[in-house]
């Protein structure tokens, strides 16, 4: 029995034991849910300040004249006078063809004026002297008539020998082939000694302009009403740049506004005129074009970093002045040089978020922080 009591105590301290330690060690509550840590961005004031009013679209050069060089008369090519690719001005000579056959037949035709000449002198000469005889009765009036044709009948020879004498004159003008345009000359198809035809389908060779050369481009039919009213007040700049040709910065003259709108692209086409002074433009070159039609005083602008694209539109993240990020939808204009021009959305002086966007939910905290910036390099 007191065995029994015994163990029956040593189980009652061991619980009481065990239950202070549990007591004792306990983990201590968790403590309360604090507020989110606030998120580091960089950002930027929303600027008013003047900024061109520039359209950007891809352009491609083109010659004002692509000329193909064609014979005139047939003959054979005597002397080819230039080399390919070769610049020519207008009238240079560029081949020559066999002119003999066409030299004869001017010596021929100015050898009947000279017959016919002689002819027509005796006929006037006999008309006169029979015209005297009729008065007095010594000669017939027919045989005064038949005079009479006969000085119309030379005239009209003479007037038939001028025409083979110009005819002539313009074969053989035609055996000398000249550059009709000042320009860059192609490949050569007609070779020393070949037969030059006025029917061949081949040009001789293609001469291109270069000096002046326009650019092709199109632009957006919405911008038709600001173009138009850009040209009312005066000529719109165009400049032209290339990424495969980084020193080309050549600026021109818009020339050109088409007469309708392409319905299947909503575009307008457009052309502009460069001088092309160091022929750094090449006829079917693509280059990057930039209309500018004016300045706008006040343009709301922000960095382009800032702009984020969503499934609504185009958005910024805008700080409040309780360090608080909120979505605000804007419309972008334009973007130019790494600038967005903001034409709804935005006021000056508001701060947008251009660095750490993709940390941020509305209303989520925010701490501004220096932006990055690079190294120096070392000299």
């Known amino acids: 029995m007191q065995n029994s009591r015994l163990?029956?105590?040593?189980?009652?301290?061991?619980?009481?034991?065990?239950?202070?330690?549990i007591i004792s060690h306990k983990a201590p509550p968790p403590p309360a849910a604090t507020e989110a840590r606030a998120q580091p961005v960089v950002t930027?004031?929303?600027?008013?300040?003047?900024?061109?009013?520039?359209?950007?679209a891809v352009g491609n050069v083109q010659s004002l004249s692509m000329v193909p060089v064609r014979p005139r008369v047939e003959g054979e090519i005597v002397k080819v006078h230039f080399t390919e690719g070769q610049e020519v001005h207008e009238g240079a000579p560029l081949f020559t063809l066999d002119y003999r056959s066409a030299e004869a037949a001017r010596r021929q035709a100015?050898?009947?004026l000279a017959r016919d000449k002689a002819q027509l002198e005796r006929a006037k000469r006999d008309l006169e002297r029979y015209s005297i005889l009729l008065q007095s009765g010594s000669a017939t009036r027919q045989k005064v008539e038949q005079l009479t044709s006969d000085v119309g009948v030379y005239q009209a020879a003479i007037k038939a020998d001028n025409a083979a004498i110009d005819n002539a004159k313009l074969a053989l003008d035609y055996a000398f082939i000249k550059a009709p345009v000042t320009g860059r000359t192609g490949a050569i198809n007609a070779k020393l000694g070949s037969l030059a035809k006025p029917g061949d389908s081949q040009p001789m060779v293609t001469i291109t302009q270069l000096r002046p050369i326009t650019v092709a481009f199109a632009v957006a039919e919405n911008h038709l009403p600001r173009i138009r009213a850009a040209m009312a007040a005066g000529?719109?700049?165009?400049?032209?740049?290339?990424?495969?040709?980084?020193?080309?910065?050549?600026?021109g003259q818009l020339?050109?506004?088409?007469?309708?709108?392409?319905?299947?692209?909503?575009?307008?086409?457009?052309?502009?005129?460069?001088a092309n002074d160091d022929t750094r433009l090449w006829p079917g070159q693509y280059v990057n074009v930039a209309l500018t039609l004016g300045t706008e005083a006040q343009a709301l602008t922000v960095p382009a970093e800032a702009v984020q694209t969503g499934q609504t539109g185009q958005y910024v993240f805008v700080v409040a002045p309780d360090s608080a990020a909120d979505i605000r939808p804007i419309t972008v204009d334009r973007i130019l040089d790494g600038i967005a021009v903001i034409r709804t959305g935005l006021k000056a002086g508001e701060k947008v978020v251009i660095e750490g966007q993709m940390r941020l939910s509305p209303g989520a905290k925010v701490v501004e922080k220096a932006p990055f910036s690079k190294p120096a390099a070392k000299s």
């Open 7 to 21: 163990a029956i105590a040593a189980v009652i301290l061991a619980a009481l034991g065990g239950g202070y330690y």
């Open 110 to 112: 100015e050898a009947s």
């Open 235 to 251: 000529p719109l700049e165009v400049t032209v740049s290339s990424a495969s040709d980084p020193e080309l910065n050549a600026t």
């Open 255 to 274: 020339t050109f506004v088409d007469s309708a709108i392409d319905m299947t692209t909503a575009t307008i086409a457009l052309k502009a005129t460069f």
């Open 44 to 56: 930027h004031a929303v600027e008013a300040k003047p900024m061109p009013v520039r359209i950007s």
